[in-house]
């Protein structure tokens, strides 16, 4: 079986890749390339949803983005730091569906594991390409790594426009109703979190308006890269959008 894949997410836990740039992969994949996502962890330190739950959302949600792998490894919640044999995990897996570019978190980020995945991520990038590390399998180094932005703001190298997309967006983190809000009476039940109130989905769509603006679109999904952007055809620049329209 052929698992490559053109662009691999990863997120530390299985509703991070779809909050933070679940509109980009969307696109990606209706434009024909072969998307998918890892969480690091299954989630299960989580206040809400057991693990069981929470493995069925996320394939509900690669589902609904139309990506060809969503895939949980087996890294524990809460341990997300960059260990060897973490790393191996990650390089197995990037060795696996060698991914042309790689998105991870940016390490300036509220939450430790997101911070530590993306501090994983970069190491195992790099290492995967070392001939010399022995996984069983060929050694391979993605092109790019691209970072999705969380809750710190930084300026970003790139906005995609997720107009087109956003909805689905926003059905792929609905998918995860252990986590988020949901009108049922069980749910009010629950202990609250910081993304189970009703407003965390305007705040979702306020950011998104918010970098969709800078660019002169609806809605968009701002990234960072920590190397320049090259481009090999002059003729892009008359594609670049901003809000000078
Ligand atoms: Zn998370």
Redesign the pocket.
Known sequence: MNDKLDVLAF???P??VEIMCAGTLVKLAREGYKVGMISLTG?ESGTRGTPQDRKKEFTTATAIMSLKTGEILDIPDGQVHVSEANKIKVIKTLRKYRPKIVMAPHWETR?P??SQCSYLVRQAVFASGLKNLDTGQQHYRPKNLFYYMELYDFTPSFIIDISETFEIKLQAIQAHQSQFYNPDENNKEQEQTFISSPEFFDYIRIRAQYWGHKMGVAYGEPFYVREPVGLQKAGDLLHIKTFWR
Do not use: V
Request: net charge negative.
């Open positions: 997120g530390a836990h509703d991070d989630g939450h594991d997101h």
